[in-house]
């Protein structure tokens, strides 16, 4: 494996230099500098280390099956991490890709400017780095024994909607070859108005009158000015993300990916939202007027017919299970489904899965919740802490092993195993002990 390889050099809020040659011999034994951040929920709980936090950040880490020969071409498998666009890195020990790799893959894990220092105003520039690592592999991934045209970009949630923006994207356009999106968070992806809403409000926390004047700020206020504007929460995950319309995206992505001609797998999980609201204390105390308000809200006069639904196919949850399992098939479950049928209806190439099995960590109260397919991804239950999340089952290992097999199969082949989707069968695949395949889930 080799760790911190720096892909491009970049001003504070302008486009990615990239870097096409170094000279001498180039230290590739540890990971590179981590983009600044504010941690996250997840992070913290992983053990956020910001000590090797930098501006100087647009590294990637390059993870072979073998000692490397350009004579060999293997698929690519390139990384977009999540973490709503604000934290994370490539170097988070899930995303280690030597699992991965070892299925004859060869395993890319990008690092991308964060919250405002890659999403501020419409400037994109957080895509605009994630575009510059795949021109970086285009030219430099076979003397890694990587095939350059034989490329996958995968992500997860922030990740997710990243595999897709870059979809509909022109700049993009022949860097890679196929997309695998898993949980994406598409209702994060902004809308010029709500970017420039933002970009303002951003001004005046920092107390600053123009970007230029940001450019220069410290590096902790600017941190400071985004902790205080994503502090009220409950206004959503939309602070920091690619603005559709806004530098190298098109102006409405999801239709622009639909478009693309290329294989697209889509995957969410059963129970994404309960990752927030199991340890939510201020939806602790939901109840049965809970659940017929927020069905009222989301449901309107069909809110008595959703209710029956849920309540049927989940005869288990609780009111606060059953709004979670609302708000995940309204964020997660149904904009993916909406970007299948699409995808499959304009004649392309479209497979969906649905990530089911629970962990019994915590109680069982997260069930199938946000990022828990991750390490199953990557084949890394092995990684300390892991089981904090997954606990230490037996059944774990078959499915982390046929996951990542799934995945390294795309890559190969440019299809997974399982029958694609369709708008009459609607078959998805069920990651679970067992992996059922089921018709209109």
Same mark, same amino acid.
């Given at each position: ?6 892909? %491009? ?46 501006? =100087? ?40 890709? @030597? ?61 997710? @909607? ?22 994406? #968070? ?19 926390? %920092? ?26 929460? *409950? ?15 098109? !102006? ?24 927030? #609201? ?24 069909? %809110?008595? =017919? ?38 499959? !209806? ?14 019994? *960590? ?38 982390? *092993?046929?996951?990542? =097999?799934?995945?390294?199969?795309? %890559?190969?082949?440019? *299809? ?26």
């Amino acid at each position: 494996e080799f760790r911190g390889i720096a892909f %491009a050099n970049a001003d504070r809020l302008a486009p990615p230099r990239d870097i096409t040659s170094w000279s001498g011999e180039l230290d590739a034994t540890s990971f590179g500098s981590i983009c600044p951040q504010v941690p996250g929920m997840l992070e913290s709980m992983l053990g956020f280390d910001g000590s090797n936090m930098s501006e =100087d950040c647009l590294n990637l880490n390059v993870f072979t099956p073998t000692t490397p020969d350009a004579t060999t071409a293997h698929p690519v498998l390139v990384w977009i991490h999540g973490g709503a666009f604000t934290n994370g890195s490539g170097s988070i020990p899930w995303y280690h890709g @030597s699992a991965l790799a070892s299925r004859n893959t060869v395993v890319v894990s990008i690092n991308y400017r964060l919250g405002a220092f890659g999403f501020l105003g419409d400037g994109n520039y957080g895509t605009l780095d994630m575009i510059s690592a795949l021109r970086w592999v285009q030219r430099n991934i076979a003397a890694f024994g990587g095939d350059a045209n034989n490329v996958t970009i995968f992500g997860e949630s922030a990740g997710g @909607s990243a595999v897709v923006s870059l979809m509909s994207s022109p700049d993009a356009h022949g860097l890679f070859h196929k997309v695998w999106a898993m949980s994406p #968070s598409l209702g994060q992806l902004r809308t010029l108005p709500r970017a420039q809403e933002l970009e303002t409000q951003f001004l005046e926390l %920092a107390e600053v009158s123009s970007l230029d004047e940001v450019r220069t700020l410290p590096l902790a206020d600017m941190l400071a000015a985004q902790a205080k504007q994503m502090a009220p929460r *409950a206004a959503g995950f939309d602070f920091y993300a690619p603005t559709a319309g806004g530098t190298a995206l098109a !102006s409405d992505i999801l239709s622009a990916a639909a478009q693309s001609t290329l294989p697209l797998v889509l995957g969410t999980n059963r129970d994404e939202d309960r990752l927030w #609201s199991a340890f939510d204390p201020l939806q602790a105390e939901f109840g049965e007027p809970d659940w017929m308000r927020v069905t009222g809200e989301v449901f309107g006069d069909h %809110a008595a =017919d959703a209710r029956a639904t849920y309540e049927t196919q989940r005869p288990q949850e609780t009111p606060k299970q059953l709004i979670s399992s609302v708000r995940t098939d309204t964020a997660f479950r149904q904009r993916a489904q909406r970007l299948a049928e699409n995808h499959f !209806s304009r004649g392309n190439p479209t497979w969906m899965y649905w990530f089911t099995w629970a962990t019994p *960590a915590f109680g069982g109260v997260l069930g199938s919740c946000h990022a828990l397919d991750v390490p199953f991804a990557f084949d890394n239950l092995s990684v300390p802490d892991t089981d904090m999340l997954t606990g230490d089952g037996p059944e774990r290992a078959a499915i982390a *092993a046929r996951f990542a =097999d799934e995945i390294a199969h795309f %890559a190969r082949t440019s *299809a997974p195993t399982w029958p694609a989707f369709d708008t009459q069968s609607r078959t998805t695949l069920e990651v679970n002990v067992g992996f059922d395949l089921l018709t209109d889930p």
